[in-house]
């Protein structure tokens, strides 16, 4: 499971498979600096992914295979990631080795981090200080359970694909992150990325990622709110959540909804604070995904952690080839890309 490896290819496919839609991007990495190429979106039926787990993988395999044709794609290798609460990361200490005698202490020590069978996980690790001097070094821990790693393998299988490489998902946001916002990569920072089903909470000090936390509130809970408690259906609800200002029908869903993932990052911040180094409170955070663009979310967001909130697009200092949003608005739909850029970011 090369999850920080690169290869050598000069583009590079790379597919987000959400629970309400799949993402495809291309990037060429030809010219030596990154160029987006090329940019797919198809919805997922409903229910065929279920808080990350694939219900149907016929529906997903299908939609998988239309949106490949509808972009023209013709590559059978494409970089996908894994998460959610079968994957750990934890940054640990050993003693100060070679990276090429360390997998045997690490694999130690992450029976003591993990709670799995260690026989039934994949393991991968990064030493974050290569060239220090102590006697101890920080190593970025990683550890998915096999039948996660499996299953996705399969997935691409039945879509007629290979995995070239599979990254974790925290990993690709951080890529494509630090990419457009190199100067978030000093002090503590948050990410959040407010999917369909799931909000993914990053946290990284000094542009490492330390912590890393699922809520569960997504977009699919804002529309429900709406049918539910305004009696709209499922069209005008989507249409008031990916609108552009606050109408009171909106209002306390947001409100709401809105604290909850506040409260999520609030309990995530004071983790880290008590897990790692006293004192470190998170000075800025920064949203994307689908639910990043909710009017008055980030606002809400804001004033229950009192820092500044903002949408985060991969699109802020990435090249992007002539033509590739010729039939898509990229201020819409740039903070949904931030996963599959940052995917595409890695070198098969």
């Known amino acids: 499971m090369a999850l920080f490896g690169l290869g050598g290819s000069k583009s590079t496919v ?21 160029v987006l190429s090329r940019v797919a979106i ?32 013709k590559t059978k290798k494409v970089v996908v990631a894994v998460g959610g609460r079968d994957v750990i990361i934890k940054k640990i200490q050993v003693d100060r080795m070679k990276e090429s005698d360390a ?11 993990v709670p799995f069978d260690i026989e039934g996980v994949e393991l991968d690790f ?9 006697l101890q070094m920080d190593v970025l821990l990683v550890a998915a359970k096999r039948d996660l790693v499996e299953d996705k393998m399969g997935l691409l299988a039945q879509a007629g694909l290979e995995a070239g490489t599979i990254d974790v998902d925290s990993f690709a946001l951080h890529n494509a992150f630090e990419l457009n916002y190199p100067q978030a990569m000093d002090g503590v920072v948050a ?15 000094r542009g490492i990622p330390l912590l890393n936390r699922d809520l ?57 604070q008590t897990a ?22 980030t606002d809400v967001i804001s004033q229950r952690v009192n820092v500044p909130v903002q949408v985060a697009s991969p699109l802020q200092r990435l090249e992007t080839k002539a033509g590739v949003f010729d039939t898509l608005n990229a201020d ?16 098969n």
Not at 126 to 134: K, R, W, Y
Request: glycine letters at 12%; a negative charge; aromatic letters at 2%.
């Open 14 to 34: 790379a597919l987000d498979v959400g629970s309400g839609l799949i993402k495809l991007v291309e990037m060429d990495h030809s010219k030596g600096d990154p």
């Open 42 to 73: 198809t919805p997922v039926l409903a229910d065929a992914i279920v808080e990350g787990e694939i219900m149907d993988p016929g529906v997903v395999s299908d939609a998988i295979r239309g949106l490949l044709r509808t972009a023209g794609i």
């Open 103 to 113: 997998m045997e202490v690490v694999r130690w020590e992450a029976q003591q981090h």
């Open 126 to 134: 990064q030493i974050l200080d290569p060239n220090g001097e102590g």
């Open 191 to 205: 990410l959040l990325n407010v999917g369909h089903e799931v909000t993914n909470v990053n946290i990284l000090d």
């Open 216 to 272: 569960s509130v997504g977009t699919r809970m804002f529309r429900e709110d709406l049918q539910r408690e305004r009696g709209l259906s499922v069209e005008d609800a989507d249409q008031l959540l990916q609108g552009y200002e606050m109408t009171p029908d909106l209002q306390p869903s947001v409100q709401n909804r809105g604290d909850e993932i506040a409260v999520g990052l609030e309990r995530a911040g004071a983790f880290l």
């Open 276 to 297: 790692s180094r006293a004192g470190a409170a998170i000075q800025h955070v920064f949203c994307c995904g689908g639910g990043a663009r909710i009017p008055g979310l």
């Open 332 to 347: 819409e739909v740039g903070p949904l890309l931030m996963l599959a850029t940052g995917l595409a970011l890695r070198k």
